[in-house]
């Protein structure tokens, strides 16, 4: 059966998504812009990840909320609620002129973007034709996908004619037709419930999630320090020290779930090993995906020469055929269901880190763009399919649950795969001198090629899982 998608089901998801696109475009805007923001603040290296890092906490904390927020409240309220973070952040970045201020416009997009992104995919799985859910969701995985990774291109090619600050002016028009558009289609198909919010479980999951971002964060930082000979010893303190809460932070959070009558998130999804398998693909890669933005446009610099601008046009051409192919791997997971789609794309996907790792000794920009491109195109093919295909058998009431399991590890796994790839290139460059020397250059592009191996063995790890989880799913037919 054809079914027909409501002219309001994409008024609602182009309003949702566009939020959420430009949400998480400015995750990885802001990196290219890292240079230019340590000049005008006047703060060190350490210190300006900070505009990333708390970005990706604040979003981190938010989304494991969007199941009772779904619950509780309307969508267009809910919806409205994201749209006013969003143009407060951006009216913050636009006229502050100190580095707190900036940081708290940076959570308060955070926690915009962790509303609006579970939103989009709560009304995709709710609302979509069943026949029509796997495109749709392709659609929906372009601004988890192409949004971060076309990130450096905007925030390159912005900067180097206006100031960066333009970037926020841009994205004030947008938000106003969103909220237009959002009012007039978005529609409440189920009741809400009355839902309430366990203050103690709320607690123990904002202590696990930022307890385990900061603790990659610092050890980042101290394994930086330490190949550099600089003391790193209240680095990877923090870094302990932040490990340990987030742990039993989590582990109290899954206790009181389980004893709850009405928990924060119904964790119960998670005993059934196909959901599981699902989830680690989803999770790690990511570490992949958004992590290849940050090692090609310092690789294009650090090690080939590149300008900003050049760097961050690389990763373009895989990022927009991609936008265009994440709709067509949804329909060809409406066609033939999850397991050859799936297992296709990222087959394919791993040979774009396998040439990079061959070549990587004499790379040129055009190869790294293009070797990108074939990861590029795969991945967007493939990694929309692994939330629809994990969601599909979970009745419909635990859906905004998994949901926001699924987008927090996203968020997770793009958080460590920047760490991971900083901290692999920072130690190679370690005792190469200075930044333009050829030594410098070459040190760089050893460690790509250990990037490159790295990236290999965690898209081989996914489709491990991935083929698992299929079979168990067979096995049970």
Known sequence: MDERIPRRLIGSIFAVGSLAFFGILTE??????????????????????WITT?????????????????????????????????????????????????????????????IATPLMINIILEQSPKSKIGRLMGVGSLVITVAPAIGPTVGGAISSVLPWRAIFVFILPIMAISLVVGLLCIEQKTPTQSAQLNPLQFIAIVLGLAGLIMALNQAGVAVSAAADGASFTLSANIAGASLVIGVLALLFFGYSSKRSFSPLIRLGILRDPVVLLHLLAYAILPMVGIGFGYVITNLAQLSLGADAFLAGALVLPGALIGAFFAPVGGMLYDRFGAT?????????????????????????????????????LSYALGYSNIMTSALSALPGQFTPDGNAIFNTMLQFGGAAGTTLFST??????????????????????????????????????????????????????
């Open 54 to 114: 708390i970005y990706l906490l604040s979003v981190a904390v938010t989304m494991p909320i969007s199941s009772y927020l779904k619950r509780r409240f309307p969508l267009k309220a809910i919806f409205v609620a994201a749209v006013i973070l969003a143009v407060i952040g951006c009216v913050i970045m636009i006229f502050g002129r100190s580095f707190p201020v900036l940081i708290l416009a940076r959570i308060i997009q955070g926690v915009g973007s962790g």
């Open 424 to 477: 692999i290139l920072t130690i190679a460059q370690a005792g190469a001198g200075g930044e333009g020397t050829p030594a410098f250059a070459h040190a760089t592009a050893v460690g790509g090629a250990w990037t490159f191996a790295t990236m290999i063995v965690i898209c081989v790890a996914a489709f491990a899982a991935l083929a698992a989880a299929f079979r168990i799913r067979a096995r049970r037919r």
């Open 340 to 376: 050859r789609p799936i297992l296709t794309a990222f087959a394919v996907a791993v040979v774009g880190p396998v040439l990079l790792l061959v070549f990587s000794m004499r790379l040129t920009p055009a190869l790294l763009a293009g070797f990108y491109f074939i990861f590029g």
């Open 28 to 49: 990885t805007v802001m990196t290219v812009l890292f240079p230019e923001l340590m000049r005008e603040l006047n703060v060190g290296t350490a210190t300006v990840q």
